[in-house]
């Protein structure tokens, strides 16, 4: 059968010329994007809409065609030359808020979906709903004091003072290492250092550089110890039950980094129940005991051995089934959904990666963060820690790791939940050019030919058009 003569154009075209519509009478949006399109404006905004307003869509040029193994006849074309955009667009992706809203949106929709699934269950996703019943614990590992930040102290729902001395005492660069003020939740002073002297910037950085490493000792040493508490060797235990977890990465005011993580006993299995003997009480107990055990020896700038370990203020709580207190399946999940959406902006980070000393000295940021970036710079130019890549992580304040990641056996994945998105997309925009679905022909007696080529980011005119209602402005 031949298919050469099928083979995908991936030139760029340029719009077509469409005759110019009356925009005095078109909503703004849709004025706009007529300058531009004439009659196709219409077609190109809803295009964008189905990117569900992504602010920097991905644009391909190809096509993709249905033909009939027997016949060679072509039985459906979708054509990025059919959009009067010129282009397929797909919707960016990103993560982060700052970059994309819209695309952020969804990735947390998706985050908060792979969590609590792993929480209660999703039976349509293909996870037992079981899982509610097995114990687990929310846990936040905590960094380590660099030196003493401005902070909002709240007790009993009371705002209390920052550092309360009644001696007034002062560091040895003069500087008081008291301060009686009762911050306010949005007060820029919060994380800064009441003397940047006193903070070891050097100490801070290689410490969110080795998150990482230490969130992997904590992780081998679960079973270890859960096997010691039950008097069992490790492969005997890993014949009853599993621990399986989730964690996401925040940024701390102070720029230093917090694990916010979901720990659940299984059984041995994918599926299979938690043994009777697996409580919540005794799985904190075990990750508690992990914490205080997990700390690395690296070598510290000046040539001296370093000693890095998660901070003393350890927090872990029983998540309850199927309630609505604080800690709750569905609390929890949105707590942990919130957090992936971010990156060291919640720290005064940049959102993107830094090239030069000259760049971060014109960042718009914190002399606080910038002080940790230039310590990521300059410690990234130094042999021994040229694997922790410091200055292409400068930007993340040495932080490298995940932002959310999860073990094999704690839910689906990402991909599954993105798979189920782009399938209905897809089709959805079959559908709305009358030009049929890809369930509508056999697969046994059809082939689907497509080549789509990367053509670009962006429109050009997406903050204009977010200035105008954007594409989901209109109504549909
Ligand atoms: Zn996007
Ligand atoms: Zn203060
Ligand atoms: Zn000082």
Redesign the pocket.
């Known amino acids: 059968m031949r298919v050469s003569t099928f083979a995908a154009s991936t030139a760029t075209r340029l719009p077509r010329a469409f005759p110019a519509p009356d925009t005095a009478a078109l909503p703004d949006s849709l004025a706009l994007l007529a300058a531009r399109y004439g009659s196709g404006a219409p077609a190109v905004l809803e295009q964008l809409r189905r ?1 569900h307003d ?4 991905i644009r391909l040029a190809g096509e993709r065609v249905t033909v009939d193994r027997e016949t060679g006849e072509i039985l459906a074309r979708y054509g990025s030359d059919q959009e009067p955009s010129g282009y397929a667009l797909l ?4 993560r982060r808020a700052s ?2 809203p ?2 952020s949106k969804l990735y947390r929709g998706d985050a908060f979906a792979l969590i609590r699934a792993g929480l209660a269950g999703d039976e349509a996703k293909g996870v037992p709903a079981e899982l509610a019943g097995h114990p687990r614990v929310f846990v936040t590992f905590t960094a380590p004091s660099f030196g003493p930040v401005h902070g909002r102290v709240v007790r009993a729902g009371r705002v209390l003072p920052c550092r309360a001395r009644r001696d007034h005492p002062v560091c040895s660069h003069g500087l008081p290492t008291w301060c009686a003020l009762r911050h306010a939740e949005n007060d820029p002073a919060l994380g800064q250092p009441l003397c940047p002297e006193c903070f070891d910037y050097e100490a801070a950085v290689l410490w969110n550089a080795h998150v990482p490493a230490l969130w992997r000792r904590t992780i081998t040493y679960l079973p270890r110890i859960l096997a010691a508490e039950l008097g069992v060797s490790r492969t005997a235990l890993r014949e009853t039950a599993r621990i399986s977890f989730a964690k996401v990465a925040e940024f701390q005011s102070r720029g230093l980094v917090h694990l916010h993580a979901i720990f659940r006993i299984d059984g041995p299995d994918q599926g299979s129940a938690a043994p009777p003997w697996a409580t919540s009480e005794l799985l904190a107990d075990v990750v508690a005991q992990a914490v205080a055990r997990t700390s690395l020896r690296i070598e510290g700038p000046a040539g001296a051995e370093m000693e890095l370990r998660w901070g003393v203020q350890f927090d872990v709580r029983a998540i309850q089934p199927g309630t609505e207190g604080e800690w709750s399946e569905a609390r929890v999940a949105a707590y942990v959904a919130k957090y992936a959406t971010k990156a060291a902006e919640s720290a005064g980070g940049p959102d993107r990666r830094l090239r030069s000393p000259y760049e971060i000295e014109r960042l718009a940021v914190t002399d606080h963060a910038r002080r940790l970036i230039t310590t990521c710079w300059t410690l990234g130019g130094l042999a021994q820690y040229e694997h922790l890549r410091l200055r292409a992580w400068a930007h993340m304040l040495g932080f490298r790791g995940h932002f959310l990641t999860k073990g094999r056996r704690y839910s689906v994945t990402f991909g599954a939940l993105r798979t189920a998105r782009v399938r209905y997309r897809t089709n959805l925009a079959m559908i709305a050019r009358g030009l049929n679905g890809g369930d509508e022909y056999d697969e046994a007696s059809t082939l689907v030919i497509g080549h789509f080529a990367f053509a670009g980011v962006g429109m050009g005119f997406m903050s204009e058009l977010a200035a105008a209602g954007g594409p989901g402005g209109l109504a549909p």
């Not at 992504?54 to 869509?57: E, I, L, Q």
């Not at 919707?91 to 990103?94: L, T």
């Open positions: 990117t992504c602010s920097a869509p919707p960016c992706g990103n970059r994309c819209a695309c």
